[in-house]
């Protein structure tokens, strides 16, 4: 099983500001990484697939960089709406498996 | 626009069995790999399993034997079926859309497996 790590756990920003947060994969997955945003009480949303691709509707805001077995996901001016944790998962192998998450907090 | 809509959750003593069902609209279930999710209480994602559109179908080791994924193509429905539950199968189980990754999720429903 492929062991999807994320950091921080916890990344405390403020509004407007840059945010990276990372994922790192026990071993190589490619580019078939996704990246998906969830808020309280809320269902999952699709962010990036393919590593980089922003899903439908997604702002520019949100890009995804990396391959093999580290990603990063960047929010580029946090908006009051983006606050939430944020899940890495691989697809390039099953079991698909998801990181332990990032919470974004407001600062 | 695709909607998935589950239900089938509640409360369940350690040993029982649960039959969670998910109704689509706005996508065919026998045309679209369709796959359950689950979050355990204030826990991160585990992919449960997922039906392919030949029918073949895929378990998580934690499942495996002990659930049943399948569709009614006729009611553009999916199920589960989960047998012998254990308490930490406890969690809010999705209903969702794909096979490498998610790209539609219904609202969950919850399972508590509790004596």
């Known amino acids: 099983e492929i062991v999807m790590t994320q950091s921080p756990a916890t990344l405390s920003v403020s509004p407007g500001e840059r945010a990276t947060l990372s994922c790192r994969a026990s071993q190589s997955v490619g580019n078939n990484l996704a990246w998906y945003q969830q808020k309280p009480g809320q269902t999952p949303r699709l962010l990036i697939h393919g590593a980089s691709t922003r899903a439908t509707g997604i702002p520019a805001r949100f890009s995804g960089s990396g391959s093999g077995t580290e990603f990063t996901l960047t929010i580029s001016s946090l908006q009051s709406e983006d606050f939430a944790v944020y899940y890495c998962q691989q697809y390039n192998n099953w079991p698909r498996t998801f990181g332990q998450g990032t919470k974004v907090e407001i600062k | 626009e695709v909607q998935l809509v589950e239900s089938g959750g509640g409360l369940v003593q350690p040993g029982g069995s649960l039959r969670l069902s998910c109704a689509a609209s706005?996508?065919?279930?026998?045309?679209?790999?369709m796959s359950w999710v689950r979050q355990a209480p204030g826990k991160g994602l585990e992919w449960v399993s997922v039906i392919y559109t030949g029918g073949s179908t895929y378990y998580a080791d934690s499942v495996k034997g002990r659930f049943t994924i399948s569709r009614d193509n006729s009611k553009n429905t999916q199920y589960l079926q989960m047998n012998s539950l254990r308490v930490d199968d406890t969690a809010v189980y999705y209903c969702a859309r794909g096979l490498a990754f998610i790209d539609s999720w219904g609202q969950g429903t919850l399972v508590t497996v509790s004596s």
């Open positions: 706005g996508l065919t279930v026998s045309s679209t790999y």
